[in-house]
């Protein structure tokens, strides 16, 4: 189950600038850390996110273990077409998640 | 203690666990520095080579980037930053990436942004870990080729109660 | 960091020598949200940057799950939680007739588990019961704490208070040293809060996720540097019905943020 939430306004104007967030559940663990015995945790981080829009790809972000716990990301895009939003998250363990909005233009 | 040029690291939370300033001036002292530290604490680039990697050497230009970083930091673990680039964010005029850098965490990289004409505005926001007090700094690629740049510095305090004590 | 941290307990140690317990006015009370810092008020103010709400929606889905060897969901006995679940975190920890005890809201979802669904506990501090326990406090966010007036719960709470006031630790310092008698005043670089129970299950930057009141009560007792109270010990419960009844009138902010 992924946990991710993000906004999506459901409705813009065409040409309309929209803001999107996009925030993930995720430890982005950053390899540095000990754990209670003194071994290692090994890293584990999403190293890259994209956002698609009636899938073209319009904003994307690679990220390093400097980014916060749980990733938030807002940015911005033109409201083009109605149809859908769809974020990918790809972390180290090769685990990839998704989630997605739809919006509509007029 | 924030001018000491040796102070890799020296903050609990984020890293906690990792070698101390004490332990790290020690090291350095004995002449052990390569076999008694972590990897990265000898590794990592400075902020300028991180910067120049980026930009593949080209110049660095002050201006038309802005970056929002608060002054005063109650913790390390989730410091909000808002990048803006002055930008028409047209198809032949536009902000390819934004970079993210960091003076003095394990590694130099924050996020490097990707985006385009189709951004409308040039504007990204995001949640940082800056493992002591710092400067951070923001790089803007834009469509010709130049790119420009903006800094600020945070002041990380320190937790007074942290459940762990390592 | 160890000089700097010795420092900090001797300056606790002589302040706290001054005062005497005396408690908090309730013109005074104030939430720990109105010590943090602009930028912390604000990542819990907008439900889309409050990375809590991870826990709310995740509670709010394992909500409508089917579990145990009875094969039936949270919502198969209390269907919509937004409206059966509302204002019921505001008066936990209740009276548990069966133990004879108080029991936390955790506490419940757990016998809820073995007795309804035929399932296993879920573990302290599992993703899984902070999302359930953070989506049913959820409901009741915004109400004020209205604690149980059981009167079987009062020994319970008296014990509480003792604890609450009991000083601990090598430091031998009490909860109520820093936060009935210093609230406001600094420690190192932090606000000393009142410390009431307002957001819980919260999330903390420090933790980097979220975590319940016992958590944050054992994380105490471990800065004072006393042997902490086991999850689920009777003592955590206890305290916690002090900490409501003293946070009483104060609003629920659940999934609060705190630094």
């Known amino acids: 189950m992924a946990r991710a939430l993000v906004n999506v306004p459901k409705v813009a104007r065409q040409g309309e600038v929209v803001e999107i967030k996009a925030m993930i559940a995720h430890p982005m663990e950053t390899g540095y850390r000990s754990g209670p015995n003194g071994s290692n945790i090994p890293r584990d981080i999403i190293r890259r996110f994209t956002c698609t829009y009636n899938g073209e790809e319009v904003f994307s972000a690679d990220l390093f273990p400097a980014v916060s716990a749980n990733p938030f990301i807002a940015f911005t895009l033109v409201a083009t077409t109605s149809g859908t939003i769809d974020f990918t998250w790809s972390d180290d363990a090769g685990k990839t998640q998704t989630a997605s909005a739809d919006i509509t233009v007029n | ?166 | 960091m160890h000089a700097l941290w010795r420092l900090a307990a001797v300056a606790v140690a002589a302040i706290c020598g001054i005062v005497s317990a005396a408690g908090i006015e309730d013109g005074e009370k104030r939430s720990g949200f109105d010590f943090m810092t602009p930028q912390t008020q604000a990542l819990q103010a907008d439900d889309m940057s409050n990375p809590g709400m991870l826990w709310v929606l995740q509670g709010e889905q394992l909500w409508q799950q089917a579990q145990g060897r009875a094969d039936v969901a949270c919502s198969g006995c209390h269907d919509d939680a937004r409206q059966t679940m509302r204002g019921v975190a505001a008066r936990y920890p209740a009276f548990d007739a069966a133990t004879g005890r108080p029991i936390d809201l955790a506490g419940r979802i757990n016998s809820c588990r073995a007795e309804r669904q035929q399932a296993e506990p879920l573990a302290p501090e599992s993703d899984a019961l902070l999302a359930l326990t953070a989506y049913v406090t959820h409901q009741s966010r915004g109400m004020p704490i209205t604690p149980a007036t059981d009167a079987r719960l009062a020994p319970f709470r008296d014990n509480g208070r003792r604890l609450f006031q009991s000083r601990i630790g090598q430091l031998e310092l009490s909860c109520a040293s820093c936060h009935d008698d210093n609230w406001g005043k600094r420690l190192g670089g932090s606000v000393i809060p009142q410390a009431h129970p307002t957001g819980y299950p919260l999330y903390r930057l420090e933790w980097q996720t979220v975590g319940s009141l016992q958590r944050r009560l054992r994380n105490c007792m471990i800065g004072v540097r006393a042997e902490p109270f086991a999850f689920g010990a009777a003592e955590l419960v206890d305290l916690k019905l002090h900490l409501t009844e003293r946070a009483r009138g104060l609003l629920i902010e659940t999934p609060a943020v705190r630094p």
């Open chain 2, 1 to 166: 203690m924030h001018e000491d040029p040796l102070r890799v690291y020296a903050g609990p939370g984020v890293y906690a666990g990792m070698v101390g300033r004490r332990q790290f001036l020690r090291a350095g002292m004995t002449g052990l520095l390569a076999i008694s530290l972590p990897r990265w604490a000898v590794a990592r680039p400075s902020l300028e080579e991180a910067i120049r990697t980026f930009t593949g050497g080209a110049n660095v230009l002050d201006g038309r980037v802005r970056l929002d970083l608060p002054p005063l930091v109650e913790n390390g673990n989730a410091v909000g930053v808002t990048i803006v680039a002055e930008s028409p964010m047209t198809e032949d005029d536009h902000v390819r990436r934004i970079a993210v850098f960091n003076e003095k965490n394990p590694e130099a990289n924050v996020a490097v942004f990707h985006l385009g004409a189709r951004s409308g505005r040039a504007m990204v926001s995001t949640r940082i870990r800056l493992a002591t007090s710092q400067v951070v700094v923001a790089v803007a690629e834009m469509s010709d080729g130049s790119f420009w740049s903006s800094r600020a510095s945070a002041i990380v305090t320190l937790a007074a109660c942290i459940e762990d004590l390592s």
